[in-house]
């Protein structure tokens, strides 16, 4: 029996643009994506038999294919024929199911990260995120983490200098959002404004953690329902006041989150949060 832990960090977006619609459905995008300290843990085991067995804290997570660790593993097998025997998947979520952080896709990239240490299989990261880039399109940027751009649907990952750390407050608000859908309402809509990310790019570069926070900007939030972006703007209001640096939504969202230098206020935003917030949570920058 073979076993190992992974861990697998939420994703932020620090900038999201949609460019256009590909003829393949996707859209092409340009991001600039951060990980930070909420993370799902998984303990994969090799052991004699065959089959994937899911299991997890979550009690309505598919346990079959449709979740993306188990389509991870699949994946890989097709990939390299590798065999495991019975590969059991425990799966311990932390980061909150549909809220724009890239939980599954985080889960599936520490899939294929720990089964390739797991089997020795020899792989490097870019083939691990070609793997990834068929489970989902933001797998290619989970297996990588850190810092990054991301472009074409999502898959072309070019790492980035590391932003300078910070303390984050996330706060998921109780709606629902569909990404394919929000995906649609951008297509019958011409943006007012666009992320400067040749600006972000910049200040990323120059270390410069105030001007990555006041460049924060995700062209979703302009085509959420009027009551849900109010309910965005209320949260992004309320973490300025208590001192972050910038605020924004994380892809299709609804997780809002806030920037801060200072550990002390980002843990009072996140004290004054918490009561009302469910799925509010503090982090740090990775
Ligand atoms: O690749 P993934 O399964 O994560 O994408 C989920 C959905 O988001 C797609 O079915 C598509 O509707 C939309 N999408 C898109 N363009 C992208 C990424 C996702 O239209 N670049």
Redesign the pocket.
């Known amino acids: 029996m073979l076993t190992i832990t992974v861990e697998a960090p939420a994703k932020l977006n620090l900038t999201l643009d949609v460019l256009g619609r590909r003829e393949d459905g996707?859209?092409e995008?340009k991001m600039v994506m951060q990980s930070v300290s909420l993370t799902d843990k998984l303990t994969l085991t090799s052991e004699p038999g065959e089959g994937i067995v899911l299991s997890t804290n979550l009690g309505f997570l598919p346990l079959d294919g449709r979740n993306l660790a188990a389509s991870a593993a699949l994946r890989l097998k097709e990939a390299t024929g590798a065999d495991w025997g019975r590969l059991a998947i425990r799966l311990e979520k932390h980061i909150p199911v549909c809220a724009g952080t890239a939980g599954g896709s985080s889960d599936a990239a520490a899939v294929l990260r720990g089964l390739n240490q797991l089997l020795g299989l020899g792989l490097s990261r870019e083939e691990l995120a070609k793997i990834g880039a068929g489970v989902?399109?933001?797998v290619p940027y989970c297996v990588l983490g850190g810092t990054a751009l991301a472009r074409g649907?999502?898959e072309e990952v070019t790492p980035l200098p590391p932003l300078p750390h910070c303390w984050v407050v996330m706060v998921k608000p109780a709606f629902p959002v569909s990404?394919?859908e929000l995906?649609a309402q951008l297509d019958g809509k011409k943006l007012r404004c666009h992320p400067d990310t040749e600006g972000m790019l910049e200040a990323l570069a120059a270390g410069d953690l105030a001007g990555v926070s006041r460049r924060l900007f995700n062209v979703f939030e302009e085509v959420l329902e009027p009551r849900k972006r109010e309910r965005v703007e209320e949260l992004k209001r309320q973490l300025l006041h208590q001192g972050a640096l910038g605020a924004s939504m994380s892809g299709t969202g609804p997780t809002v989150f806030g920037l801060f230098d200072s550990r002390e206020r980002a843990e009072e935003a996140y004290g004054e949060l918490r009561p009302r917030h469910r799925d509010a949570f503090l982090a740090e920058t990775l």
Do not use: K, L, Q, V
Request: hydrophobic share 20%; net charge neutral.
């Open positions: 996707y859209h995008i989902g399109s933001d649907r999502g990404t394919p995906f």
